[in-house]
């Protein structure tokens, strides 16, 4: 089974931003679900920070598609999900910059 890793990264103004993430049926993702993370010394999953989650999405963005991105805190994150994929969504509140992920496994 292929598996796919695409990532685009552009300017959005507000208003567009939102007509695409309705029209499309993004919803902001479940913190409860995507913020865990497993730990080998609990040999448990345990909850991580926003900041740690986006680390390790700058990181793979980085290692996979040799893209820099700056996510902070202030960024808010949507998904949907696909059949086999998985859409995200990134976007900066405090500007226009946005990064779209989407894979399938």
Same mark, same amino acid.
């Given at each position: 089974?292929?598996?796919?890793?695409?990532?685009?990264?552009?300017?959005?103004?507000?208003?567009?931003?939102?007509?695409?993430?309705?029209?499309?049926?993004? $919803?902001?993702?479940?913190?409860?679900?995507?913020? +865990?993370? #497993?730990?080998?010394?609990?040999?448990? =999953?345990?909850?991580? !920070? &926003?900041?740690?989650?986006?680390?390790?999405?700058?990181?793979?963005?980085?290692? $996979?598609?040799?893209?820099?991105?700056?996510?902070? +805190?202030? #960024?808010?994150?949507?998904?949907?999900? =696909?059949?086999?994929? !998985? &859409?995200?969504?990134?976007?900066?509140?405090?500007?226009?910059?946005?990064?779209?992920?989407?894979?399938?496994?």
């Amino acid at each position: 089974m292929d598996s796919v890793f695409r990532v685009l990264s552009f300017q959005i103004g507000k208003t567009d931003l939102k007509m695409l993430l309705d029209s499309q049926h993004f $919803t902001p993702i479940d913190e409860n679900e995507e913020f +865990k993370q #497993w730990d080998q010394n609990s040999k448990s =999953e345990i909850k991580i !920070q &926003k900041e740690d989650y986006l680390v390790y999405w700058k990181q793979r963005i980085q290692r $996979t598609v040799k893209l820099d991105v700056n996510f902070t +805190k202030t #960024w808010q994150i949507f998904t949907l999900k =696909e059949g086999r994929g !998985q &859409k995200y969504f990134f976007f900066d509140t405090n500007g226009t910059e946005a990064v779209f992920v989407a894979e399938v496994n």
